[in-house]
């Protein structure tokens, strides 16, 4: 049981490069979530799916967009990479939407430079 | 804006002893509290939630919510090397937003 699952673990861009970040969830999960954490600011929810076939903005969705493929993977793609884009970016999944109990279960992190 | 106050630390505190962590929220709305670990270079990874007023306990980790005053801590005891790293405190504010709100984190460390 893998849990939730990330590639690739490290990545270089070019400004103005794209990109596509794939997270795979095994624990039949309904939502999934993207977040960035950079330092000093905590994690920042970006984007995330209630459910297979709906996605909804978080706090920070400009310069991405994302992906519910089926109910276990959601990917972020990144259409012109900009140097404020470097970060660490986690995906998440929890059981149910709309559960305030639920809890989020995180993936190992991408770790993005744009230069 | 629905906010999370910690404060980032570093906390330090003697191998054995007891360290308190304590987060604030904005949203009294929020219903359930959830206390994360992440290790330098990691995930976060679960540590409990609480949704009660009151003490939860499980092990050595100890959370405290008290929803008139608007904060949750957290407090392990018998502190080890091993716990050191930062805690993250994020709140739900249920109904048809059940999306969580981070604070930034409190770096602990743990002094053999």
């Known amino acids: 049981n893998a849990g939730v699952t990330q590639t690739p673990k490290f990545q270089v861009l070019k400004t103005g490069q794209s990109m596509t970040l794939q997270c795979a969830q095994d624990m039949n999960h309904n939502s999934m979530y993207w977040y960035r954490q950079d330092p000093g600011m905590g994690l920042r929810l970006i984007y995330y799916?209630?459910?297979?076939?709906?996605?909804d903005k978080g706090e920070v969705p400009n310069g991405y967009n994302v992906s519910r493929l089926n109910k276990r993977e959601f990917s972020l793609r990144l259409e012109s990479a900009a140097p404020s884009q470097t970060s660490v970016y986690f995906c998440?999944?929890?059981?149910?939407?709309?559960?305030?109990?639920?809890?989020?279960?995180f993936g190992p992190g991408t770790r993005l430079t744009v230069l | 804006q629905k906010e999370v106050e910690q404060n980032s630390g570093p906390l330090s505190v003697p191998e054995g002893a007891i360290a308190s962590l304590n987060c604030t929220y904005s949203?009294?709305?929020?219903?359930?509290f959830f206390w994360y670990r992440q290790y330098s270079g990691k995930s976060p990874e679960l540590i409990m939630f609480?949704?009660?007023?009151g003490d939860k306990e499980d092990g050595r980790f100890t959370a405290q919510l008290n929803k008139a005053s608007q904060y949750v801590s957290l407090l392990i005891r018998d502190s080890q090397p091993s716990d050191s790293a930062t805690y993250l405190c994020?709140?739900?504010?249920?109904?048809?937003?059940?999306?969580?709100?981070f604070g930034k984190g409190t770096l602990l460390t743990v002094n053999p």
């Open positions: 799916s209630a459910s297979e076939g709906t996605t």
């Open positions: 949203d009294r709305g929020s219903q359930s």
């Open positions: 998440a999944s929890s059981v149910t939407s709309g559960g305030a109990r639920d809890t989020q279960y």
């Open positions: 994020a709140v739900n504010s249920g109904g048809s937003n059940y999306k969580l709100t």
């Open positions: 609480i949704y009660s007023n």
